[in-house]
């Protein structure tokens, strides 16, 4: 199937089939390898979104293309797909955050006890550190398989993030976390 005349083979499927694939590696492989596991394949489905997403840029780079424009597109790329709608926020020197209110990943019933997008993770990373050049982390710090209002990615440098992350295992909350930055 191609979709919204991109030359890269997609395949739509049913946000269960998702949500079952999910399940199933979480529980056969435990949380933290079935997370890797998805994690990877978002990252790999990354590889196949990018050039939709900078489709029409001079040399297929992300740089020639204007920030707003930039993630106007990226939103714009997730919700004619049936994702949800991102829209982006700048948090800190060095740290932006993707915010989703009707992220498809997720599955408010679940009662997560913690995030769980961990395909979205791989692929954003993968988008993002692409049209960055660089390598970009993203981290999932709230989710509505949680229970949250929304999904939120921060992205930016491993350093960053993981200063975050640990920040927020300790207690502290995200403005907490980033006021130490």
């Known amino acids: ?19 079952a694939l999910r399940r199933f590696l979480l529980t056969e492989l435990g949380a933290e ?14 590889d196949a979104l ?5 489709g029409g840029a001079a040399d297929g780079d992300a740089a020639s293309i204007p920030e707003t424009v930039f993630w106007r597109r990226l939103g714009d790329l997730f919700a004619a797909r049936g994702w949800g709608r991102l829209t982006h926020a700048d948090l800190h020197p060095g740290l932006g ?9 997720a599955n408010p019933q679940l009662g997560a006890p913690w995030p769980g997008c961990h395909f979205t993770t791989g692929l954003l990373a993968n988008l993002l550190g692409r049209a960055a050049g660089d390598e970009v982390g993203v981290l999932e710090v709230e989710c509505r ?12 440098g491993r350093e960053a993030l993981d200063a975050v992350y640990e920040a927020l295992r300790s207690g502290s909350s995200l403005e907490e976390s980033l006021a130490r930055l």
């Open 97 to 105: 955050a993707l915010d989703a209110a009707d992220w498809m990943e």
């Open 33 to 46: 390898s079935g997370a890797r596991a998805l994690r990877q394949a978002g990252h790999a489905a990354g």
């Open 1 to 19: 199937m191609r979709r919204n005349g991109s030359t890269t083979p997609e395949l739509a499927l049913p946000t269960a089939a998702l949500a």
């Open 145 to 156: 398989s949680r229970g949250d209002g929304r999904c939120r990615f921060l992205f930016g």
């Open 50 to 54: 990018y050039p939709v997403l900078v």
